[in-house]
């Protein structure tokens, strides 16, 4: 990585506020992690990761900028996002019944998640979120520079350092919440975590309906 090393702390310190500023992943996470093992909370921050991964990558490639320049794409991928979230908020909401009424029947048990299932939702959840493609395509260049084969080795080191740096923050976030597991699955407390991390994702879902493209 040829990156001035100000620089490189400067995207630090940009990716680092983004990462925990509280938005889609983290009400995603709430939503999921108390009610399942942490291999599948850490399936979902793998997927969180990926998808970081991802709008870097085509970035690199110009879709990114393709995808930001198009009224047309970015509102398609806009509205994907937003109806994702709602559905997920919907589908937490909705769990409710399974935490105010006795197991009776199969249907009504909590769905627990595996690791795969996870990765899969923590990825299209951050991937269908057209913010940090904007990000990646207005402010990653800015920290690129030199000839191809730099700007690539650069651009894939600034990935991964945002991938590592959501890791850690939503890693921490999962064993948190796995060391106080018992606590969190009360059903009274369990109520209202799948309440508020259910009302807020149709809340950021509906936010991102009203977003404006950057061109």
């Keep these: 990585m040829s990156i001035p090393l100000h620089q490189y702390f400067i995207f630090v310190s940009i990716v680092t506020m983004i990462v925990v500023t509280p938005g889609p992943n983290l009400a995603l996470l709430l939503a999921n992690a ?37 009224a047309i794409l970015f509102t398609v991928m806009k509205l994907l996002g937003a109806a994702y979230l709602i559905w997920l908020g919907i589908k937490s909401l909705l769990s409710l019944r399974s935490l105010t009424a ?33 990000f990646y395509v207005a402010v990653f260049p800015q920290f690129l520079e030199g000839h191809q084969q ?21 890693g921490a976030i999962v064993l948190l919440v796995g060391s106080v597991t018992g606590f969190l699955n009360r059903p009274h407390i369990a109520r209202r975590i799948k309440t ?16 404006k493209s950057p061109a």
């Design 34 to 70: 108390p009610s399942n093992a942490k291999l599948t909370g850490f399936g979902m921050v793998l997927g969180f990761a990926a998808a970081i991964v991802s709008h870097a990558a085509l970035a690199l490639v110009g879709v990114g900028a393709v995808i930001a320049a198009s």
């Design 102 to 134: 006795p197991v009776m029947n199969p249907s009504r048990a909590p769905v627990i998640l595996t690791a795969p299932r996870a990765f899969v939702r923590g990825y299209l959840s951050n991937f269908l979120n057209p913010k940090p493609a904007i």
């Design 150 to 170: 730099d700007v690539l080795a650069n651009g894939a080191a600034l990935a991964l350092t945002h991938a590592l740096i959501a890791l850690g923050f939503y």
């Design 196 to 211: 508020i991390s259910g009302a807020a994702l149709i809340l950021l879902g509906g936010r991102l309906l009203f977003a």
